[in-house]
């Protein structure tokens, strides 16, 4: 009777290892599936924000060339190279209203010219998107009587940083 009983301790002892091995198996199986599901969703929001990065800069480059602060008085799609100037100074001086973005001017004709209106993005890879404006300068005839802009042609860049 005592051996009876000392196999049936055994076979139960055998029985909770067995559960209890099966249990850490399901725990460990839990957690990789886990692991596994945060890095699709870390990953969906990677590409989400790239996608919101993507927009802002497109919007950034039409609010850019239309901003009274640096277009022409009357055109549209046009930077005035005064103001361009102007605000580059005052970037250097604190004025941060383009956060996380990389701004520049680059002149492409008649002669290639660049111009960094800000830094502002963080380190790291980033992408640039552009457009075509003209950098125009307000020009004066000999007399002074008569004010015309002098247009050139160039693009637009704003720089975001990808993830």
């Given at each position: 009777m005592a051996k009876i009983k000392q196999d049936n301790s055994k076979k139960a002892q055998i029985k909770i290892q067995e559960t209890a091995f099966f249990l850490l198996a399901l725990v460990f199986l839990f957690v990789i599936v886990l692991i596994f599901y945060s890095n699709?969703?870390?990953?969906k929001l990677y590409e989400e924000y790239n996608k919101l990065q993507e927009e802002r800069a497109i919007s950034m480059l039409s609010k850019l060339s239309e901003m009274p602060e640096l277009s022409c008085l009357g055109r549209t799609k046009?930077?005035?190279y005064d103001k361009m100037e102007a605000m580059k100074e005052l970037a250097k001086n604190g004025?941060?209203?383009w956060k996380g973005f990389d701004i520049t001017i680059e002149r492409v004709y008649p002669e290639k010219e660049v111009y960094d209106l800000y830094k502002g993005a963080k380190k790291g890879v980033s992408k640039t998107y552009s457009t075509f404006v003209s950098l125009?300068?307000?020009k004066y005839d000999?007399?002074?009587?008569?004010?015309y802009y002098d247009c050139d042609i160039a693009r637009l860049h704003v720089s975001v940083t990808k993830k």
């Open positions: 699709i969703q870390v990953a046009c930077i005035d004025y941060a209203i125009c300068e307000l000999e007399e002074n009587v008569y004010s």
